[in-house]
């Protein structure tokens, strides 16, 4: 089975700082990895992907994330804070299964609200 | 109109009542999918429909059925919903291209957020 886990379930850091989130996997087959973002009222917009091409990732808003399969980790992570970073993070994990032709669903993490300060 | 759009936005219904969550996508993805999202919790899968077939059904209660009529909308009915129930409905849809391919790419709506008294 997959599962995702995000570590911290809220992150503070000043604007400019730097922005790490955790994100840990668990999967018996290569995973396909997943960053999601959610603004307050707002559904989950995609900000990088990672499908088993290059390991660091590079998405929208300047976040980008490292694949490391020897810690079982994708990490979010961003040079230097905005305020308009501020919102919830969800970590998904799901894979695809050339062999049995099977494609899983996405599972997500808990998330992890992010808060930007002056 | 882009992406995927959920109507209503909010929803406030008594425990008694039967309402219905729609969901619309015009990105011509062939599968859909609900997902529930309560606080403190992750969320949750509810339902997948790929090519308007239901392939995968998460133990959802009977108070929720799910309805595909073609590929670009799906909808969620609900009757008879507990105060548990309340919570943020998301729709979602993706791009199966056959032969077990996809594009990994799900695109949200908004969320429907209900309330259940």
């Known amino acids: 089975a997959q599962s995702v886990t995000q570590l911290g379930s809220h992150v503070s850091v000043s604007e400019g700082a730097l922005v790490l989130l955790r994100c840990n996997y668990s999967?018996?087959?290569?995973?396909?990895l997943f960053w999601y973002v959610q603004y307050p009222n707002q559904g989950l917009q995609l900000l990088l992907k990672?499908?088993?091409?290059?390991?660091l990732v590079k998405g929208i808003n300047g976040f980008e994330a490292e694949f490391k399969k020897s810690e079982t980790s994708f990490h979010l992570t961003k040079p230097s804070a905005h305020m308009s970073d501020a919102a919830e993070y969800f970590c998904?994990?799901?894979?695809?299964?050339?062999?049995?032709?099977?494609?899983?669903?996405?599972?997500f993490g808990k998330g992890t609200k992010l808060s930007v300060k002056p | 109109e882009t992406g995927v759009t959920q109507t209503p936005r909010h929803l406030v219904m008594g425990m008694t009542n039967k309402k219905s969550l729609k969901c619309e996508q015009h990105?011509?993805?062939?599968?859909m999918y609900w997902y529930k999202q309560s606080a403190k919790k992750p969320l949750e899968l509810m339902f997948v429909?790929?090519?308007?077939?239901?392939?995968e059904n998460n133990s959802v209660p009977s108070r929720f059925s799910p309805e595909c009529p073609n590929s670009s909308h799906l909808f969620l009915h609900l009757h008879t919903l507990q105060p548990e129930d309340s919570a943020l409905y998301l729709c979602?849809?993706?791009?199966?291209?056959?032969?077990?391919?996809?594009?990994?790419?799900?695109?949200f709506g908004s969320g429907t957020r209900l309330t259940v008294v």
């Open positions: 979602a849809s993706s791009q199966n291209l056959g032969g077990g391919r996809s594009n990994y790419g799900y695109t």
């Open positions: 999967s018996s087959v290569p995973p396909y």
């Open positions: 990672y499908t088993s091409a290059a390991t």
């Open positions: 998904a994990v799901t894979f695809y299964s050339y062999n049995g032709g099977s494609q899983g669903n996405l599972i």
């Open positions: 990105l011509g993805h062939n599968a």
């Open positions: 429909y790929s090519l308007e077939e239901r392939v």
